[in-house]
């Protein structure tokens, strides 16, 4: 096992994010459609139950792997339902052994550290909607039923009756293999509210009033009430019936966009930090280089402090190195992101998803109608970036799309506000085939910025093979892996236009990728380096800044524009580490730039 923490870790203070973390290559991976490595488990229509309002067609089946995106089914045809109503059916069959058979394609990738969605056991795709916490998916191990017979011995609220079933097995086993490749692993969990087949809820619904569980909700119970459907009213999370929300209790006043005292039941607390247990520290040993290494944390803003900051006292206590990052994303949507500041003061969360950076980001390396100016684009970086203390700043997830958001090249294809009108169901306009050649140049160029900023770097699978894609959920579709064969991509319906497109697995862009993450690893500098920003062009239209600690000096200048551009040089002695767009003419001390390039530059040390 090559993951231990050392020294230095033992003594990581409780308010700081673990090394680790700082240094990490993130990588999203949504197993259900990164790859089925086991065909002979794939889901049912009895592990999928009760996942949706409309229930499964009577021949519902599994969708083929390279099935046309936008194309229905049969069965799905027959429902009558549009596309985006039934596209939540579908299911592709990914699973576990899928990632395990591509840790190889991970190691050359350079990935450090994984952020699995929900794993839990859940009908959905998604899995935000849980049925049990303490299992992982019943249809990523080997055998559904036996996994189930098994659960059915169990006292879910008692964590020493718990079993291990093949697809809790399968998990652990993976951990262990992604850990010997010194790759962390952290797992997304919701504990805002479950699905309507969990466990507790379950047990509500069938005794009432007479449930031991009746306080994990908010409910309200009419006895008499003719209608058994109205006899159980709850409240579900946003409204959506499908996902009952846990209770909260000694709530302070709430305002949208913004945390919160109180706390969780003690029921369900109890019932979280058990399982959190179980993960941190599978074999009860207190040796948690066998568990996991962090949490996502969804919904952040719904929950109150009190719990998080409990929390993180409960998990640290387990794993001082356990790293914790928070969904903190809108005040008010579409206009208005969230503080993220109160979130990261040692007290609640190490990190959150840094979507604050990527808006900015996007709004200055593509052309969306809120596009901003260099001047503008420093000016609220260093907003965002003054608020964290520099090791948060360091430990920040710096992502570019998820499985909430468009994917990159889609979403610098498009000039859709950001996160606004972004899927053809919204705008029938918006584009889902393939970009031009300047959205290419533009993506890059971002990702330049992405790599050798402050801030983790953060992957959505699929992005690194070239993939497109709107808003959820059409940014969820099955990976294209290079041995698999996909159908003729063609437009959706609510689209006003046509085409017809192969998927393919971008071999360029993966090299892209692959260059970037090793510039990244070669030099600590772009982990821990201080970054100041720089003005090096006459015209003022070049970006530029310094990336700088005691042991090294880089200087990163990109030319985000389709004219020529010259740079004045930082220094004379300087090695240039990386280059995008070969057609950058060194004269002296002067860069002369072609349209869409980026450099950077390395100082020589000083005999």
């Known amino acids: 096992m090559d993951i231990s923490h050392n020294d230095h870790q033992e003594m990581l203070p409780f308010h700081e994010p673990p090394t680790w973390a700082r240094e990490a290559i993130w990588y999203q991976i949504m197993v259900e459609r990164f790859r089925n490595g086991n065909p002979e488990v794939n889901p049912t229509r009895q592990t999928c139950d009760n996942a949706l309002i409309d229930p499964l067609p009577e021949d519902w089946s599994v969708t083929p792997w390279g099935h046309n995106w936008y194309e229905q089914e049969p069965w799905a045809k027959k429902t009558g339902l549009d596309f985006y109503r039934k596209i939540q059916m579908r299911r592709y069959g990914g699973d576990l052994d899928g990632v395990i058979a591509q840790i190889p394609y991970l190691v050359e990738l350079g990935i450090t550290a994984i952020y699995f969605n929900p794993l839990n056991d859940a009908p959905s795709l998604h899995k935000y909607d849980a049925r049990n916490y303490h299992h992982i998916d019943v249809t990523f191990g080997d055998n559904i039923e036996a996994d189930q017979l098994l659960m059915a011995q169990e006292d879910p609220s008692n964590p020493k009756t718990w079993k291990w079933t093949s697809a809790d097995k399968k998990f652990l086993m993976l951990v262990r293999l992604l850990h010997e490749h010194k790759i962390r692993v952290i797992l997304d969990f919701s504990w805002n509210h479950t699905g309507t087949n969990f466990w507790a809820f379950k047990d509500l619904q069938q005794k009432l009033d007479a449930s031991a569980y009746k306080e994990w909700y908010h409910v309200h119970i009419d006895n008499r009430a003719r209608d058994p459907n109205k006899v159980l009213r709850y409240d579900g999370w946003m409204g959506i019936t499908s996902l009952p929300e846990l209770r909260k209790v000694k709530i302070g006043v709430k305002k949208p966009g913004m945390g919160y005292e109180g706390n969780l039941h003690d029921g369900i607390k109890n019932h979280i930090f058990d399982v959190c247990k179980r993960w941190?520290?599978?074999?009860?040993?207190?040796?948690?280089?066998?568990?996991?290494?962090?949490?996502?944390?969804?919904?952040?803003?719904?929950?109150?402090?009190?719990?998080?900051?409990?929390?993180?006292?409960?998990?640290?206590?387990?794993?001082?190195?356990?790293?914790?990052?928070?969904?903190?994303?809108?005040?008010?949507?579409?206009?208005?992101?969230?503080?993220?500041?109160?979130?990261?003061?040692?007290?609640?969360?190490?990190?959150?998803?840094?979507?604050?950076?990527?808006?900015?980001?996007?709004?200055?390396?593509?052309?969306?109608?809120?596009?901003?100016?260099?001047?503008?684009?420093?000016?609220?970086?260093?907003?965002?970036?003054?608020?964290?203390?520099?090791?948060?700043?360091?430990?920040?997830?710096?992502?570019?799309?998820?499985?909430?958001?468009?994917?990159?090249?889609?979403?610098?294809?498009?000039?859709?506000?950001?996160?606004?009108?972004?899927?053809?169901?919204?705008?029938?306009?918006?584009?889902?085939?393939?970009?031009?050649?300047?959205?290419?140049?533009?993506?890059?160029?971002?990702?330049?910025?992405?790599?050798?900023?402050?801030?983790?770097?953060?992957?959505?699978?699929?992005?690194?093979?070239?993939?497109?894609?709107?808003?959820?959920?059409?940014?969820?579709?099955?990976?294209?892996?290079?041995?698999?064969?996909f159908d003729l991509e063609t437009q959706s319906d609510f689209s006003s236009y046509k085409y017809a497109y192969q998927p393919f697995f971008d071999k360029e862009m993966f090299d892209y990728y692959k260059s970037l993450i090793h510039l990244r690893k070669s030099d600590m500098v772009f982990v821990y380096g201080s970054v100041e920003m720089l003005d090096v062009s006459v015209n003022h239209t070049v970006l530029a800044y310094s990336r700088k600690t005691a042991e090294s000096q880089v200087w990163i200048i990109i030319n985000n524009h389709q004219e020529f551009n010259e740079a004045f040089l930082p220094f004379k002695d300087g090695v240039i580490l990386f280059r995008y767009n070969t057609d950058i003419e060194v004269l002296e001390d002067v860069l002369l730039m072609a349209p869409f390039s980026g450099v950077v530059v390395k100082r020589q040390a000083s005999d």
């Open 280 to 485: 941190i520290d599978p074999y009860g040993n207190g040796d948690f280089r066998f568990g996991i290494d962090g949490m996502r944390l969804d919904v952040a803003e719904h929950i109150p402090k009190g719990f998080w900051k409990d929390f993180r006292q409960f998990v640290r206590a387990l794993n001082p190195e356990f790293y914790l990052v928070g969904e903190c994303w809108w005040e008010a949507w579409p206009d208005k992101l969230m503080d993220p500041q109160p979130w990261v003061q040692g007290d609640m969360f190490d990190a959150v998803m840094h979507y604050h950076w990527f808006k900015a980001a996007r709004s200055y390396f593509a052309e969306p109608t809120d596009k901003i100016s260099l001047f503008a684009f420093k000016e609220q970086l260093h907003k965002l970036f003054s608020k964290y203390r520099p090791t948060t700043a360091q430990a920040l997830m710096n992502l570019a799309s998820s499985h909430d958001s468009p994917r990159l090249l889609s979403a610098f294809f498009n000039h859709n506000k950001y996160k606004f009108h972004c899927k053809p169901q919204e705008d029938k306009n918006y584009r889902t085939d393939i970009p031009g050649t300047f959205t290419y140049h533009r993506v890059k160029l971002f990702l330049l910025h992405q790599f050798t900023f402050i801030g983790a770097p953060h992957i959505w699978n699929g992005d690194e093979m070239g993939m497109l894609g709107a808003d959820d959920p059409d940014n969820r579709k099955p990976l294209p892996w290079p041995d698999i064969a």
